[in-house]
């Protein structure tokens, strides 16, 4: 696990090829469209007020992917870009975001920590429906277009997101496209669609949400206490059996909201669930862990 003031550092770090873990990599490097305005202003981090609490980014003009490659004799060939949560607000980059990219890397999974626009923070310009779903296929399109530096399968690209990330998941998951074969950028011409999703309890409005049998893949994870989530999971669920789309659902008993993954914290549920997950992966050909 990275010490606090080092994980500071590395999130503020742009990436230079070759690449190393922690390495920032711009979505587009001559910024992103719609936020012209907001050029030159920096992301803030925000430490943790007591012990338990999340490291929180904000203010992001220029999205990016943090990443995190696992070792060559561990990689699997399968990717995951991680969308973290924070109510649109801030993202909670390290318990959503760092720590579950480090454990997917012990599996041979490649990660990659999108840090989206936010437009719910104090006098953000931004539109959910708009930017972070802009960044978010805009990331998909990113690493596709970079597989062979990544070693990794283009077709075993995943987005697991937790809370507001998973909202901005479920927008990539059924808001996807081809590419655009005739784009003069090579990145626009690659596909934006996952090939799997995993929602960990999602901030969603299922009655806006529109499945089809083409809908990636899908892993649910939520706690029966978090009222939102551990009742538009099922909904979902339903709506994605019906559609024809491969699913698995988990709710527990007890955990809240945004537990996150915390290594070795308790109650369990902040550092367990990862194992339901690795099982899906394994049923889904992402990983052999068991």
């Not at 109510?87 to 490649?110: M, P």
């Not at 549920?269 to 992402?286: N, Q, Y």
Request: glycine letters at 8%.
């Amino acid at each position: 696990m990275f010490t606090n003031s080092i994980l500071t550092m590395l999130l503020l770090v742009p990436c230079a090829f070759a690449v190393k873990n922690g390495d920032a990599l711009p979505l587009w490097p001559n910024g992103a469209p719609g936020s012209e305005a907001m050029a030159g202003k920096s992301e803030v981090i925000t430490q943790p007020v007591k012990p338990g609490d999340s490291i929180h980014v904000s203010s992001i003009h220029n999205p990016s992917l943090i990443i995190y490659l696992p070792s060559k004799e561990k990689a699997m060939g399968a990717a995951m870009i991680i969308a973290p949560g924070g109510g649109h607000r801030f993202l909670s980059i390290d318990t959503e975001g760092t720590n579950v990219a480090e454990w997917l890397n012990s599996i041979g999974v490649a990660a990659f920590v999108l840090k989206y626009r936010l437009a719910r923070e104090q006098d953000s310009p931004y539109k959910i429906d708009e930017h972070p779903f802009a960044d978010v296929q805009r990331a998909l399109r990113l690493v596709r277009s970079k597989a062979t530096e990544f070693n990794i399968n283009p077709a075993k690209l995943g987005v697991i997101g937790f809370s507001a990330g998973g909202e901005v998941t479920v927008m990539a998951s059924t808001r996807y496209d081809a590419g655009k074969a005739d784009d003069p950028d090579p990145i626009e011409r690659q596909s934006s669609k996952p090939n799997y999703q995993i929602l960990i309890y999602p901030g969603i409005n299922v009655d806006r949400v529109t499945v089809s049998k083409d809908t990636p893949p899908t892993f649910m994870l939520c706690a029966d206490n978090d009222r939102g989530p551990s009742l538009a999971i099922p909904n979902l669920y339903l709506a994605l059996k019906k559609a024809g789309v491969p699913t698995e659902m988990h709710i527990y008993n007890s955990g809240g909201h945004g537990f996150g993954y915390r290594p070795g914290a308790t109650p369990v549920i902040r550092s367990t669930w990862i194992l339901r997950l690795a099982d899906w992966m394994s049923d889904v050909g992402m990983s052999t862990a068991k």
